[in-house]
Nanobody, 125 residues
Framework: QVPLVESGGGLVQAGGSLRLSCAAS????????MAWFRQAPEKEREFVAA????????YYTDSVKGRFTISRDNAKNTVYLQMNSLKLEDTAVYYC??????????????????WGQGTQVTVSS
């Protein structure tokens, strides 16, 4: 079973909204933290948002605060990223990731054990 599978990407106009979903296997979903990263063309992968297993703590990179919301539905083993007020600079491939053990370095990709295949988000003017 593939640990993480993203969906929900697509083409949207600036100012619009999209919701990404990450369906996780039971093993991946029981991880300490699940997160979203993104990678734009010719740029480094960057952290977007994270949520702990309990859902009690969430973290965001500054550029998406107030616009994006990460959440999880434990009954469905799914993590979501609601993206509102999308900007051109949000265009990227978005990846879901899971870290099995506790880590204080939530923004570092190397801390994560499972990765999805990615879903493209394109914001047009």
């Amino acid at each position: 079973q593939v640990p993480l599978v993203e969906s929900g990407g697509g083409l949207v106009q600036a100012g619009g909204s999209l919701r990404l979903s990450c369906a996780a296997s039971a093993d991946a979903f029981s991880s300490y933290v699940m997160a979203w990263f993104r990678q734009a063309p010719e740029k480094e992968r960057e952290f977007v948002a994270a949520i702990t297993w309990s859902g009690g703590s969430t973290y965001y990179t500054d550029s998406v605060k107030g616009r994006f919301t990460i959440s999880r539905d434990n009954a469905k083993n799914t993590v979501y990223l609601q993206m509102n007020s999308l900007k051109l600079e949000d265009t990227a491939v978005y990846y879901c990731a899971a870290a099995i053990a506790y880590t204080p370095y939530l923004t570092l990709g190397r801390e994560y054990d499972y990765w999805g295949q990615g879903t493209q988000v394109t914001v047009s003017s």
